[in-house]
């Protein structure tokens, strides 16, 4: 509901008219009900005044924009949240997709495509799905189905994808049907044959949902996570176990792929702290002299090494046989999490290891530097680190209506943190936990497959035991005995921490369970420590990461409302990019047709049928060789980010946004659904390799190459 601005009188403060000649706007997918209301859009039309004078170029330093009203047909709605109706979600409602927009920012480019009169294509979320399903008809009727009749109501051009043939009038989808659902199919009739019941809003089977069903129906469950009917996941599996095998055999200081950390380009020399200017500077041992502070920038790691990284590659790089783009560590840029400009992720670098520092100790390397001399990106990096993500969810179990899903993985802030890393917590005196699971708990599981929430309440638990650098007090053990030598590289599960000094169990050995928020960062070995801060203390970054989640809890605006967390689905979700390693990732990602790989699936299994192998699109006649020509071969680019470390674009996760008790968005309106035949002929039907040598280069234009036009090639007989 639009109300008029309280500051209008305020010579700052301009309401913006907007132009309501042209809107696609549809009130008919407004959704009604008890639950339903209508919000002030005051601050709504105040974040998008903003956005689009900063599009424009128009704003001025010092005024306040307000828009009049929202476009005809758009409305902001609210809902109380599920897990705690006190707080009541908000979502602009009206795009004839039949879905809404869940902030300002996924709004504005559909927005500004209405201001300009849509004289180009909308490139907002919702219009680049409801183009994909308008191009993805289907091109024939499945084997075993009735020849529609006649007298059907034809489709109406635009309506939302679910919405009944003729039902002009009605008020939308109802929730919890699922997307897609043809129109006027009666009850109990599949989709399509051979198709699960429960799947989640791409299409694939919802193992999620289907334990819980399975948990409702037996009393008590307990299974492994196997998502067999999932690309992602089927792609993700051997590349993403053999990376957290080499995590065990990894030290804690080398940074991990997703993680976000300091770097710089390069330095000659090495950082030593100047007690002139109170700040970490670059010193030169041949001269004597400080050179100034490196140009700190915050960044995600996005490849490591394929050659070993050793110690002293922290301070100073040693020989390597490979170049620097096998050698280094592949950092780009942070981009802005809160805005749709991502350009920062094209300003990367392959840097060796003493170019980068743990993103946890920034005050250490920052002090001394003025914040308006700071790259943005830090700022941009301090915003997520109150946010964390699950990585590889393997275990289901639970006794109803209670649940628990256990997982191999865990970002938090800056850091990935696995089974059987040595973490700090804080205690008044830093205690270290070894991990040794990782949990999401399910507190009253909803039975409805409909229902866009698995539980009523979630929470995240990390478990292990306990350990301390000081003697514990404990009423049934007067005397404690610390560990012997062998027993600390046992737990710790590597050399070296016995420099830390004497280790004690603390609650005589049992196993500990905290929440995210108690944990600081990973324990670092005693060498690394003294390489990177020139002391033991293991606790200098301790202040600095509770000040960037009270940051980050002010920042991000994605933070529900009385929550000091944000919870993603996955991590790239949580950093808000929409590329790494100069690939699209997750939803944005151009080869990701979910139909295509499910029926490749289908073939590869010995399950498909004549629909299947049409969905596939296999290119190629029988009796010719064929050339992998889809984008079924694409999926390694994806799979390869995912399998990582990242957990990729993971469509079953259980939650999206919020923390403890919140899972607003758990199974959004996010599928990227592609399909389409791609044009092939014979000329494209056979494969030829040939060596790099034999690869023409250049063009008519270019000078010194040996590209020809073919006119003028040589005749071979």
């Given at each position: 509901m639009s109300t008029s601005p309280g500051s209008g009188d305020d010579e700052n403060f301009m309401v913006i008219p907007?132009?309501?000649?042209?809107?696609?706007?549809?009130?008919?997918?407004?959704?009604?009900?008890?639950?339903?209301?209508?919000?002030?859009?005051?601050?709504?039309?105040?974040?998008?005044?903003?956005?689009?004078?900063?599009?424009?170029?128009?704003?001025?330093?010092?005024?306040?924009?307000?828009?009049?009203?929202?476009p005809e047909g758009y409305a902001l709605i609210d809902r109380p949240r599920g897990t705690n109706p006190d707080i009541r979600d908000r979502f602009l409602y009206g795009h004839p997709y039949g879905s809404y927009f869940y902030s300002t920012i996924q709004f504005f480019p559909h927005f500004y495509y209405l201001m300009t009169g849509g004289a180009g294509p909308c490139e907002c979320l919702l219009c680049e799905?409801?183009?994909?399903?308008?191009?993805?008809?289907?091109?024939?009727?499945?084997?075993?189905?009735?020849?529609?009749?006649?007298?059907?109501?034809?489709?109406?051009?635009?309506?939302?994808?679910?919405?009944?043939?003729?039902?002009?009038?009605?008020?939308?989808?109802?929730?919890?049907?699922?997307?897609?659902?043809?129109?006027?199919?009666?009850?109990?009739?599949?989709?399509?044959?051979?198709?699960?019941?429960?799947?989640?809003?791409?299409?694939t089977p919802d193992v999620f949902k289907m334990a819980v069903a399975e948990l409702r129906k037996r009393g008590s469950l307990s299974t492994a996570i196997k998502e067999t009917a999932s690309m992602d996941w089927r792609a993700e599996r051997p590349r993403l176990d053999e990376y957290l095998e080499k995590l065990d055999m990894q030290p804690a200081y080398l940074p991990r792929v997703g993680e976000l950390v300091l770097w710089t380009t390069g330095f000659e020399g090495e950082l030593a702290w100047n007690p002139a200017t109170k700040s970490i500077q670059i010193y030169s041992p041949t001269d004597g002299r400080y050179n100034g502070t490196p140009e700190w920038r915050a960044g995600v790691v996005g490849q490591v090494p394929e050659e070993e990284v050793m110690l002293q590659d922290l301070v100073e790089t040693?020989?390597?046989?490979?170049?620097?783009?096998?050698?280094?560590?592949?950092?780009?840029?942070?981009?802005?999490?809160?805005?749709?400009?991502?350009?920062?992720?094209?300003?990367?670098?392959?840097?060796?290891?003493?170019?980068?520092?743990?993103?946890?100790?920034?005050?250490?390397?920052?002090q001394g530097i003025p914040r308006p001399q700071l790259h943005p990106s830090i700022e941009y990096a301090l915003t997520i680190m109150s946010s964390f993500s699950l990585l590889d969810k393997y275990h289901f179990q639970g006794t109803w209506p209670n649940a628990s899903i256990s997982c191999r993985g865990i970002f938090i802030g800056a850091e990935l943190l696995a089974i059987g890393d040595a973490?700090?917590?804080?205690?008044?005196?830093?205690?270290?936990?070894?991990?040794?699971?990782?949990?999401l708990h399910l507190t009253n599981c909803i039975e409805d497959p409909t229902s866009p929430q698995l539980a009523e309440q979630y929470k995240v638990r990390i478990s292990g035991k306990v350990y301390a650098k000081h003697a514990p007090k404990s009423r049934h053990d007067i005397h404690p005995q610390p560990l012997n030598p062998d027993q600390v590289a046992d737990v710790f599960q590597t050399l070296g921490m016995t420099d830390h000094?004497?280790?004690?169990?603390?609650?005589?050995?049992?196993?500990?369970?905290?929440?995210?928020?108690?944990?600081?960062?990973r324990c670092y070995e005693p060498d690394a420590l003294q390489l990177l801060f020139g002391t033991l203390d293991c606790t200098l970054d301790a202040a600095g990461v509770s000040k960037a989640r009270a940051y980050s809890q002010r920042a991000d605006h994605r933070i529900a409302e009385g929550k000091t967390w944000f919870w993603g689905d996955f991590r790239t979700q949580t950093l808000a990019i929409d590329s790494l390693n100069g690939e699209d990732v997750g939803h944005y990602s151009e080869t990701r047709d979910v139909k295509m790989w499910r029926a490749n699936?289908?073939?590869?299994?010995?399950?498909?049928?004549?629909?299947?192998?049409?969905?596939?699109?296999?290119?190629?006649?029988?009796?010719?060789?064929?050339?992998?020509?889809?984008?079924?071969?694409?999926?390694?680019?994806?799979?390869?980010?995912?399998?990582?470390?990242?957990?990729?674009?993971?469509?079953?996760n259980t939650v999206s946004e919020a923390e403890e008790g919140s899972g607003q968005g758990m199974y959004g309106e996010d599928e990227r659904e592609s399909e389409g035949d791609e044009e092939m002929n014979e000329q494209d039907e056979e494969e030829f390799v040939a060596r790099l040598d034999q690869l023409r280069g250049g063009t008519e234009e270019s000078e010194g190459g040996d590209w020809v036009p073919e006119s003028k090639r040589p005749k071979h007989v």
């Open positions: 907007i132009d309501q000649t042209f809107s696609d706007g549809d009130q008919n997918t407004w959704p009604t009900g008890p639950g339903f209301g209508l919000p002030d859009d005051h601050t709504y039309r105040e974040k998008l005044a903003s956005l689009w004078l900063q599009k424009t170029g128009a704003a001025e330093a010092g005024m306040k924009y307000v828009l009049d009203t929202l799905k409801m183009a994909k399903r308008d191009q993805s008809e289907p091109m024939g009727r499945p084997m075993g189905t009735p020849t529609p009749k006649s007298t059907e109501s034809p489709k109406p051009v635009g309506r939302p994808p679910g919405r009944p043939a003729g039902s002009r009038k009605s008020v939308g989808r109802p929730p919890g049907r699922p997307v897609g659902r043809p129109p006027g199919r009666p009850p109990g009739r599949p989709v399509h044959s051979g198709e699960p019941g429960i799947v989640d809003k791409e299409g040693a020989p390597k046989s490979s170049g620097i783009n096998y050698s280094g560590f592949r950092v780009e840029t942070f981009p802005d999490p809160l805005s749709m400009d991502k350009s920062y992720s094209l300003h990367y670098r392959y840097v060796p290891l003493k170019c980068i520092k743990p993103f946890n100790a920034y005050e250490v390397f920052l973490v700090r917590l804080r205690t008044p005196p830093v205690d270290i936990m070894v991990i040794d699971k990782i949990t000094g004497s280790w004690y169990r603390v609650h005589e050995g049992k196993t500990i369970t905290v929440s995210q928020d108690m944990i600081i960062g699936l289908k073939i590869i299994d010995g399950d498909a049928n004549p629909v299947d192998m049409r969905m596939a699109k296999i290119p190629g006649d029988p009796g010719r060789p064929s050339k992998p020509k889809s984008s079924f071969a694409e999926v390694g680019k994806l799979s390869k980010l995912v399998s990582t470390g990242l957990g990729g674009t993971d469509v079953s």
